[in-house]
């Protein structure tokens, strides 16, 4: 019996189309001027951000509000080794602060992931709060002063920084998701968690270890931006509307998908700095945020993506993860 072919035609295009976007992201410094490469830069780490969340919100079906406690830990954790008393370089803080981030992952999630609806989402919520308060009363964190860390004034190695980032992110979500057993039992808790424990799958474990997933990927952007903007203070890292923004995207671009996140993400922020730079520091922001999401879950419920790949179940997953609330 012959077996299928492993390159098909739609595989072909799908590599050619990702190809293109590598090669086009990697030449783009070279023709922008620096203040685009900054939004360029932010946009890559938008984009990680919301497919860190993703992992937990869209493949898990959890609701996560803790996740700005996360990206807090990881600027931290580089900030305060990066300081003249300790001397570390940059790229030797990635590893402690993404292993830290997985211990408190760990620690939280084991707990907080039996919890089932809406109380698994107030949980996280007043986990990234009480993360705030102490960052504020804390003599290592700076308290409300915030902590500086050392300039390097180089826009293209943080470009580029954030580019590995975000595809080393992407691809391993693709690999461990959609492409291992893993993925599987992910997905299969989020549709049916009862019956996926009927079926032998360890359930919180699987749980926890996406939990931990998740919270390693934004760690370690929170140490790459706590490098890139030189400050830090307790509420530029660990705000509320970090995490509100990685939601945000997730819904916007597609819920469940692997490259929907960096759609939602990519265009989310580019829509947020021409409002900046047009308007001016306003609200108007909110209410026309407001208007985009309304749209799309209501016209779009599979998300901006299935504009280019196309989704059956968009909306059958919104109303079973938001249902859990």
């Not at 370089?89 to 809406?118: E, H, K, Q």
């Not at 050392?150 to 580019?163: G, I, K, S, V």
């Not at 926890?208 to 952007?221: E, G, K, R």
Request: with cysteine; proline share 4%; charged share 10%.
């Amino acid at each position: 019996m012959a077996s299928k072919p492993v390159l098909t035609p739609k595989l072909i295009v799908r590599a050619l189309l990702i190809g293109a976007v590598v090669i086009a992201l990697t030449v783009l410094p070279a023709f922008i001027d620096s203040y685009t490469l900054r939004i360029a830069t932010g946009a890559l780490m938008w984009a990680g951000l919301a497919c860190a969340w993703n992992i937990v919100g869209g493949y898990a079906g959890y609701i996560s509000f803790g996740h700005s406690a996360f990206f807090g830990i990881g600027a931290y954790t580089t900030a305060i080794l990066m300081q003249s008393n300790i001397g570390a370089s940059f790229f030797v803080t990635l590893l402690p602060a993404i292993i830290l981030s997985i211990a408190v992952a760990v620690a939280i999630g084991g707990p907080t992931m039996r919890l089932r609806g809406a109380y698994f989402a107030i949980a996280t919520w007043a986990f990234a709060e009480m993360l705030l308060q102490l960052a504020t009363v804390l003599d290592f964190t700076g308290g409300t002063a915030g902590l500086s860390l050392p300039a390097y004034l180089n826009e293209f190695f943080f470009y580029y920084t954030m580019l590995i980032a975000s595809a080393a992110s992407f691809i391993g979500v693709w690999l461990l998701i959609e492409r291992s057993r893993f993925g599987f039992r992910i997905k299969a808790l989020r549709d049916d968690e009862p019956a996926a424990e009927s079926l032998g799958i360890r359930t919180n474990l699987v749980k926890v270890q996406s939990f931990a997933l998740s919270a390693a990927i934004t760690a370690l952007f929170g140490s790459i931006y706590a490098y890139w903007t030189t400050y830090i203070d307790p509420y530029s890292v660990m705000g509320p509307e970090i995490t509100d923004q990685m939601v945000v995207m997730v819904l916007l671009g597609g819920l469940g998908t692997v490259w929907g996140p960096a759609l939602g993400g990519v265009l989310l922020w580019i829509t947020n700095r021409y409002i900046w730079s047009t308007f001016g520091d306003t609200v108007i922001y909110l209410p026309i945020l407001g208007v985009i999401i309304a749209l799309v879950v209501l016209f779009l419920p599979n998300g901006l993506i299935s504009l280019i790949v196309g989704r059956q179940r968009g909306k059958e997953l919104i109303s079973r993860i938001l249902g859990k609330l």
